[in-house]
């Protein structure tokens, strides 16, 4: 018939069974450690794209007031250039415009 129950039957099967709920709590702190440094790699990501993004816009920045910078010496230069010539018409007008007369 079948066998009797005695303590010494029941240990080992509580040990067996030990043994695999400790597996499963072993395997979900391994999935959520997992899960967590993924969560930390996309992190980093993110942070490394926002920082380049900021990067090249400062750099775009600098670059667009560089040139205007340029755009603005080269506009005084030709300014000074139309200046100078129109100093050296008037000059010339002003040569033959007026008569001296000794008496």
């Known amino acids: 018939m079948g066998e009797y129950i005695t303590p010494h039957t029941r240990i080992p099967r509580s040990i067996e069974a030990g ?6 709590n072993q395997q979900s702190q391994v999935q959520q450690q997992e ?6 790699k996309k992190d980093i990501k993110k942070q490394q794209q926002v920082n380049e993004s900021e990067e090249t816009a400062n750099k775009r920045v600098q670059d667009e007031q560089e040139d205007k910078g340029h755009k603005r010496h080269t506009k005084d230069n030709a300014s000074d250039d139309k200046g100078q010539e129109s100093d050296e018409k008037e000059k010339k007008r002003e040569k033959g415009n007026y008569i001296d007369v000794k008496a």
Do not use: H, T
């Not at 043994?19 to 499963?24: D, E, F, R, V």
């Not at 899960?35 to 930390?40: F, G, I, P, T, V």
């Open 19 to 24: 043994k695999i709920q400790q597996l499963k």
């Open 35 to 40: 899960l967590a440094n993924q969560m930390n």
